[in-house]
């Protein structure tokens, strides 16, 4: 039992995590916007970068991404959070049954490191060159979230197997 109340509470500290996030981001928009116009501007990387071509400086685009990032961010919140109520209510059913409970879960952890690694490690990092930047530099941080959530996501997914007193 006590593995599965591990679970359940790793994927709660994981949806009020993503949700704080989020609401944060609608709440103080600009903190996080400066970011997101940097990046795809790619106003602090040298000027003479051959990729600066990858740039986007419509803020209609900026504004855009960044509502994409925040909707990211707080369905993988909510996913996480629907998950963790769906395990909890599961956690004295067979193993069979907590199992089939991890589904929502399952999404809202895979949403996060969409988010993270595609999105920040993959499209702001590579796609943009965010880390030549030395402010607005997001990797390290995407990076630490993406192990967060990728461990989570391994321990979540270990087999369940019927404890004694799992079952009603």
Same mark, same amino acid.
């Given at each position: 039992m006590i593995q599965r109340l591990a679970?359940?509470?790793f994927v709660l500290m994981m949806a009020i995590f993503l949700l704080l996030v989020g609401i944060n981001n609608l709440l103080? @928009?600009? =903190?996080?916007? =400066?970011?997101?116009?940097h990046v795809m501007s790619m106003d602090l990387v !040298?000027?003479?970068?051959?990729?600066? +071509?990858?740039? *986007? $400086?419509? %803020? $209609? #685009?900026?504004?855009?991404? @960044?509502?994409? /990032? *925040?909707s990211a961010e707080i369905g993988a919140g909510l996913l996480c959070a629907i998950g963790a109520w769906?395990?909890?209510?599961?956690?004295?059913? %067979? #193993?069979?049954?907590f199992q089939a409970a991890k589904c929502a879960a399952i !999404? +809202?952890?895979?949403? =996060? /490191? $969409?988010? @993270?690694?595609?999105?920040f490690m993959t499209i702001a990092a590579e796609w943009f060159q965010m880390w030549q930047a030395s402010s607005f530099? +997001?990797?390290?941080?995407?990076?630490?979230?993406?192990?967060c959530f990728g461990i989570a996501l391994i321990f979540l997914c270990?087999?369940?197997?019927?404890?004694?007193g799992s079952a009603p």
């Open positions: 679970k359940i509470l103080d @928009y600009g =903190a996080n916007f =400066a970011f997101v116009q !040298a000027p003479d970068n051959p990729l600066i +071509g990858h740039a *986007i $400086t419509n %803020p $209609t #685009a900026h504004h855009i991404v @960044y509502a994409l /990032i *925040i769906q395990l909890f209510r599961a956690r004295r059913e %067979p #193993a069979e049954r !999404a +809202g952890l895979m949403l =996060a /490191i $969409t988010l @993270y690694f595609f999105g530099n +997001g990797q390290e941080a995407a990076f630490r979230l993406i192990v270990l087999r369940e197997s019927d404890e004694p």
